[in-house]
Nanobody, 118 residues
Framework: QVQLVESGGGLVQPGGSLRVSCAASGINFRSYTMGWYRQAPGKQRELVATITSGDITNYVDSVKGRFTISRDNAKNTVYLQMNNLKPEDTAVYYC????????????WGKGTLVTVSS
């Protein structure tokens, strides 16, 4: 079965750093665009960053210059390095795998909580 398992969340102080990981199984990982989404309490889920099968990256404006998405195809894992964290980054971070065929196939992880607080 398809599984996306996030890890690495936790409590960090403002200005700190954290790296979350997503290990994928059951898909041809190298063929998928991988992404990180987040959902803060009382807010809609938003796209944070994506990385294509060709290693092209995109970021939401609010995290540009602070977050870096990367992938290790040999490990079927995508990472999100988060630096200079702000309280508004507090959210559950979800891993997403997407493949555009006849339609777009999407898979989701269960999320990992990142809390930025002093």
């Amino acid at each position: 079965q398809v599984q996306l398992v996030e890890s690495g969340g936790g409590l960090v102080q403002p200005g700190g750093s954290l790296r979350v990981s997503c290990a994928a199984s059951g898909i041809n990982f190298r063929s998928y665009t991988m992404g990180w989404y987040r959902q803060a309490p009382g807010k809609q889920r938003e796209l944070v960053a994506t990385i294509t099968s060709g290693d092209i990256t995109n970021y939401v404006d609010s995290v540009k210059g602070r977050f870096t998405i990367s992938r290790d195809n040999a490990k079927n894992t995508v990472y999100l390095q988060m630096n200079n964290l702000k309280p508004e980054d507090t959210a559950v971070y979800y891993c997403n795998a997407a493949f555009r065929g006849a339609g777009t196939i999407r898979y989701w992880g269960k999320g990992t909580l990142v809390t930025v607080s002093s």
